[in-house]
């Protein structure tokens, strides 16, 4: 007694289907690369930030960065500016936007006297729009 399995086609059938299982292993393969590129993409500057119960307001894109560390030097953005070249770099990282908003960040030990001095700088620079970054603080009741 004999059987015959291939039921006389010698061709294969089409399939209508989508593999989906090699598009699936590539977005994982993709989801855990940015995954662990994204908090390398972050360079920051250590600053010991003083925190504010203040509700956080909405950021730009790329937001303009100016440091006042702990020894009261300068860094805009990841760059060290000395206080005379600061209206150069202001232009040179602004592309000459003056209503741009500089986001200002000081170190806790550094005195209101100080903080007042930078941002006289920023307005004889003519940049006006200043916002002060602090750390969120959870309001207590």
């Given at each position: 007694m004999a059987v015959r399995l291939d039921h006389g086609e010698n061709t294969l059938a089409e399939v209508h289907e989508i593999n989906v299982t090699p598009f699936i292993d590539v977005m994982l393969v993709l989801l855990i690369i940015f995954m662990v590129a994204a908090p390398l993409a972050t360079v920051d500057i250590l600053v010991n930030l003083p925190s504010s119960t203040a509700q956080p307001?909405?950021?730009?894109?790329?937001?303009?960065?100016?440091?006042?560390?702990?020894?009261?030097?300068?860094?805009?953005?990841?760059?060290?500016?000395?206080?005379?070249?600061?209206?150069?770099?202001?232009?040179?990282?602004?592309?000459?936007?003056?209503?741009?908003?500089?986001?200002?960040?000081?170190?806790?030990?550094?005195?209101?006297?100080?903080?007042?001095?930078?941002?006289?700088?920023?307005?004889?620079?003519?940049?006006?729009?200043?916002?002060?970054?602090?750390l969120e603080k959870v309001a207590t009741p």
């Open positions: 307001q909405p950021r730009p894109d790329k937001p303009l960065y100016l440091t006042v560390k702990q020894d009261l030097s300068l860094t805009l953005g990841e760059e060290p500016v000395m206080r005379e070249s600061l209206r150069g770099a202001l232009e040179r990282a602004t592309n000459g936007d003056k209503d741009m908003r500089i986001f200002l960040r000081a170190d806790k030990v550094v005195s209101y006297g100080d903080l007042m001095e930078v941002m006289n700088l920023l307005r004889a620079a003519g940049y006006f729009k200043v916002a002060l970054v602090g």
